[in-house]
């Protein structure tokens, strides 16, 4: 189906499917969207800024916000929602948003509606769109982001966790598409490298340097860690995020999968790839040329810009965030990693390097053992302890089918479940 025009600047408007719409990601993704659509004046704003306006034509999550999920349907208008629930989970959703929809005197507003495990996949696949943005959280995003792909469609990737998991699968799908850009980078740090590499920059590249916050724990001992508790864990000192990326940045295993998401986006090999710890999480990533010139983005930490840019690449859309403000003092530190404490980092560079299965596995033990962290069944430090185990053991395949790399991220789940029960009997 052709999009009508949009009234004010007479272009199609940018379609945009957006998975995980009731997370952190997926909310601030809707508020782009909304600030965009009221920075428009009829027949200026955005054609004059020369950007597509948005639209949303589909949306999913799992089950735990149905009604906040009804609520962006029925604002957003859309054709298609989906909820990883049964049955009744989806017919509580049809009628969230009936009610929703009569509340505002909208009739005849009947959105078709997916559910069970592969309703994001089927959202992702059936959509009419020009770009999915895939903020789910979790390995189960692989599916969604192939299905996007295969469909022909850019993915706009917060949800890296289809890349490590998939990364082989993903580039193939993604280079099979035929498009200039099939993954756009909505991850701030790769965001913040794809901005730097803009222009064809590539082949002059000597390094890529990520930076970390350093999370809630920067500075702290292993010993001292042993004790930390979830809940301050889930005090990100710069970003307000989900549960499971905010514990991730805390164990610093969200910069190991964030260093093989950037080998794997920008085809630099994990080597050539350094982490630097930046506690204000203003500059967001740099990119070292072979000239000895470094290019940073710079921004205050707000992910409604790379949110914004991955919806509307290669288009910026006006006002997606605040830049920094110039007339007032301000200092940014870098400091060396302690991979003492912190040893995620390397443990991920030998999973990567490994390749293949290896990966998924180390991402599926650290979901198993977050879960874990935050049911009070190991401590901090296990976590990684236990993403060691996995990856140490397991025997994996270099050349992977999707259906290996879902047979090694269920072996590796069980695997940290064990171990996990080992532990916690043993306490
Ligand atoms: N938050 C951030 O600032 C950043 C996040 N990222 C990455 O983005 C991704 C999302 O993170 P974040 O937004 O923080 O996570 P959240 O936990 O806040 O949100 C996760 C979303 O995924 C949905 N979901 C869960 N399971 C399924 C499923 N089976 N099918 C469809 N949707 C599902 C949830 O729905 P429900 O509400 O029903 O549970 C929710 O909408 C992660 O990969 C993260 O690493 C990257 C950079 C920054
Ligand atoms: C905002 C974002 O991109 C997160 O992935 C962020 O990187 C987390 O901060 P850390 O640097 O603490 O991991
Ligand atoms: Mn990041």
């Known amino acids: 189906m052709t999009p009508e025009l949009d009234s004010a600047t007479g272009k199609h408007p940018r379609r945009v499917v957006i998975l995980g719409s009731t997370g952190s990601i997926g909310t601030q993704a809707l508020d782009v969207v909304a600030s965009a659509r009221g920075l428009r004046r009829p027949g200026e704003g955005d054609a004059a800024a020369g950007h597509p306006p948005l639209s949303v034509t589909a949306l999913a999550a799992g089950t735990s916000n149905l009604p906040v999920l009804a609520e962006q349907a029925v604002r957003e208008r859309v054709a298609a929602v989906g909820t990883s629930g049964t049955a009744d989970h989806a017919r509580q ?107 064809g920059r590539s082949s002059e590249v000597d390094r890529l340097i990520l930076t970390a916050s350093g999370g809630p724990f920067r500075g702290m001992s292993r010993d001292q860690l042993t004790t930390v508790t979830p809940q301050q864990a889930l005090k990100h000192p710069t970003w307000d995020m989900g549960v499971m990326v905010t514990t991730n940045s805390a164990t610093m295993v969200n910069k190991a999968l964030e260093v093989l998401e950037a080998s794997l986006l920008f085809d630099v090999a994990l080597d050539r790839i350094d982490v630097t710890v930046h506690p204000q999480s203003v500059v967001h990533s740099m990119v070292q040329f072979v000239d000895g010139s470094t290019l940073a983005q710079v921004s205050p930490p707000d992910m409604r810009l790379p949110i914004a840019l991955g919806m509307g690449w290669p288009h910026r859309i006006p006002g997606a965030a605040a830049s920094c403000d110039w007339t007032q003092a301000a200092h940014w530190t870098f400091e060396p990693l302690d991979t003492e404490a912190f040893p995620a980092i390397e443990l ?68 940290a ?9 043993a306490r």
């Not at 390995?139 to 289809?162: D, F, Q, R, Y």
């Not at 991920?348 to 650290?366: Q, S």
């Open 348 to 415: 991920m560079k030998h999973a990567g390097t490994l390749g293949g299965t290896w990966p998924a596995v180390f991402n599926a033990a650290n979901e198993q053992a977050v879960y874990a962290f935050h049911r009070g069944e190991v401590n901090f430090t296990t976590i990684v302890d236990i993403v060691a185990v996995v990856v140490n053991e397991h025997e994996g395949d270099t050349t992977p089918r999707l259906e290996d790399v879902l047979g090694a991220e269920g072996w590796a789940r069980n695997r």
């Open 417 to 425: 479940d064990q171990f996990i029960a080992q532990r916690f009997s």
């Open 93 to 199: 959703l049809k009628e969230l948003i009936a009610q929703r929809a009569s509340g505002e005197g909208l009739t005849g507003f009947t959105p078709e509606i997916f559910h069970g495990p592969e309703a994001a996949t089927c959202v992702a696949e059936h959509s009419d769109c020009d770009v999915v943005l895939n903020g789910i959280t979790g390995s189960i995003g692989l599916a969604p982001t192939l299905a996007a792909l295969h469909a022909g469609t850019p993915v706009a990737l917060a949800n890296k966790e289809s890349l490590i998991a998939g990364g082989p699968l993903v580039k193939q799908a993604a280079a099979a598409t035929g498009l200039e850009t099939p993954l756009i980078p909505v991850d701030s740090e790769h965001s913040a490298l794809a901005q730097a590499l803009r222009g």
